[in-house]
């Protein structure tokens, strides 16, 4: 099945050592987004690439960063994470082809602890 | 500023009883609304959209632009209906993205 894949599910960094987390699409959509959704709370978006294009959310902090080197994939890097950053950080795709809606496929997500 | 508003956090019903989730949003000209739910243990994933006007699992949601709503609806909760729901409008000025609700978590109790 077509499917949006992230991995790894689980991760555990230590308080200040870089992290990178990653997704894959098998649905050939062009743009893909990276949330964030700490406990009890909203997805928020951090950015996300239409095509190549990046496009960061004005409040995300600087300690994130993303990677698009292909339609498929897409990293998060998380040079320093402090212990604000444990979260379940979700990967969706869309298509925003003519005559397609906005319909987000959300992958499972990676909780990420920071000890 | 654009915004979406879940005002309940939490609703519980019974089994056989009517729900409803409350969206409004305050966002001008006509906007795109979705609403997302998570079942638990499961990827977020689309419910239903407003344009297409569908029902989904015997919900339904309509567009009230005089009161700038986006109720979801169900004459009769089901337990598996168990889930958090999310209200979500795409943003103007850039149609990819998406603004999620802070979230109802329903409840549906035997």
């Known amino acids: 099945d077509a499917m949006v894949i992230q991995n790894p599910r689980y991760q555990v960094t230590q308080f200040g050592k870089p992290v990178t987390l990653s997704c894959s699409q098998t649905?050939?959509?062009?743009?893909m987004y990276w949330y964030q959704q700490k406990s009890s709370q909203a997805p928020k978006l951090l950015f996300h690439?239409?095509?190549?294009?990046?496009?960061n959310e004005a409040d995300t902090p600087d300690n994130f960063q993303s990677r698009r080197p292909n339609t498929s994939f897409c990293f998060l890097d998380i040079r320093s994470p402090g212990l604000g950053d444990a979260a379940m950080y979700l990967c969706?795709?869309?298509?925003?082809?003519?005559?397609?809606?906005?319909?987000?496929?959300f992958g499972p997500g990676t909780r990420l602890t920071v000890l | 500023a654009q915004r979406v508003t879940q005002p309940e956090k939490l609703l519980s019903v019974f089994k056989g009883a009517p729900v409803e989730l409350k969206c409004n949003y305050s966002y001008s000209g006509s906007p795109e609304l979705f609403w997302y739910v998570q079942y638990s243990r499961q990827r977020l994933q689309l419910l239903l959209r407003?344009?297409s006007r569908e029902s989904i699992k015997g919900f339904t949601a309509d567009l009230n632009k005089g009161e700038t709503s986006f109720h979801l609806k169900k004459p009769f909760a089901q337990e598996e209906d168990s889930a958090m729901y999310y209200c979500?409008?795409?943003?103007?000025?850039?149609?990819?993205?998406?603004?999620f609700g802070k979230g109802t978590k329903l409840t549906v109790n035997p």
């Open positions: 407003h344009i």
């Open positions: 979500a409008p795409v943003t103007q000025g850039g149609s990819e993205k998406l603004v």
């Open positions: 969706a795709t869309s298509s925003l082809m003519t005559g397609a809606d906005n319909e987000q496929f």
């Open positions: 690439y239409y095509d190549k294009d990046f496009n």
């Open positions: 649905l050939n959509h062009n743009v």
